[in-house]
């Protein structure tokens, strides 16, 4: 799935993704042939997962 996709279904921002990526927080996914982000199912529980440790330590 693409960057806008994943942001959706994980209620954040696509620029949230990239900041996560850049931090080394979440793995850069791989790149199609067009150097679109294809993210898979792993990238998404990983995204859930960051989501739910900022809530409970209460971040934003």
């Known amino acids: 799935m693409r960057i806008g996709e994943l942001a959706r279904?994980?209620?954040v921002k696509a620029e949230?993704?990239?900041y996560y990526?850049?931090?080394g927080v979440l793995a850069s996914p791989?790149?199609?042939q067009a150097n679109y982000r294809d993210?898979?199912?792993e990238h998404a529980r990983r995204l859930?997962?960051?989501r739910r440790a900022r809530a409970?330590?209460?971040f934003p």
Do not use: K, V
């Open 30 to 32: 791989p790149r199609t």
């Open 48 to 50: 859930n997962f960051i």
């Open 9 to 11: 279904a994980a209620g």
């Open 16 to 18: 949230t993704i990239r």
């Open 21 to 23: 990526e850049r931090e």
């Open 56 to 58: 409970t330590w209460g």
């Open 39 to 41: 993210y898979g199912p």
